[in-house]
């Protein structure tokens, strides 16, 4: 098993465990000394990221949600 292999099947192990096991694995790998000093590293920050559907519904007319009523009548030819 190459390193690059072992460590990719390591992040998926790690991405199905639930919490407490998360926590559990960790206390395992604080307790080893080869691994300990890997794990007091700082993590890097989150990278946040948008939703890929945020700013689907822009118009450019302002809220649409006020509107609502209006543009479905003019939609569909009805006054309110």
Do not use: C, Y
Not at 15 to 31: E, G
Not at 33 to 39: G, I, K, Y
């Amino acid at each position: 098993m190459s390193a690059g292999h072992a460590h990719e099947e390591l992040h998926h192990l790690v991405d199905r465990l639930s919490p407490d096991q998360a926590r559990r694995l960790l206390r395992l790998v604080k307790t080893d000394p080869e691994l300990a000093e890997s794990a007091d590293e700082e993590l890097p920050e989150p990278v946040r990221r948008r939703l890929s559907i945020a700013g689907i519904g822009a118009s450019g007319e302002g809220d649409l949600s006020e509107q609502v009523e209006d543009l479905l009548a003019e939609r569909f030819n009805r006054s309110v």
